[in-house]
């Protein structure tokens, strides 16, 4: 068996750099699953707008702070970062949470 080490811009918790964003600005983040598994990506602190998966434009996307992301699926969100501080943005399956799969945002 293979053993899996879960990251997010191929950085394992804890040893993760701060995604940085502006107060005040949109933010448009890219979500890659290039793995076999899916990943219900939770963002805490925000609601998102889906806007596009695998390049397809979601019209009227739904406001969530949880996606699921299929594999070798690519979705676009966007959220107004007016919520400051630091936010864990992480995969909801708890095993790959605990094996690194979780980062944060910092608003300033
Ligand atoms: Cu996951």
Redesign the pocket.
């Known amino acids: 068996m293979q053993n899996y080490e879960?990251t997010i811009n191929g950085q394992k918790w804890p040893d993760v750099t701060p995604i940085k964003v502006s107060m005040g600005n949109y933010v448009l983040a890219d979500i890659v699953n290039n793995s076999m598994?899916?990943?219900?990506?939770h963002l805490h602190g925000y609601k998102f707008k889906v806007l596009e998966i695998n390049g397809q434009h979601i019209k009227d996307g739904a406001i969530q702070d949880t996606i699921l992301v299929m594999p070798h699926t690519s979705v676009k969100v966007v959220f107004i970062a007016d919520n400051p501080g630091k936010w864990f943005f992480h995969?909801?399956?708890l095993?790959?949470?605990h094996s690194g799969?979780m980062a944060y945002i910092q608003t300033y």
């Open positions: 879960w598994m899916s990943h219900p990506m995969c909801h399956s095993y790959h949470m799969m």
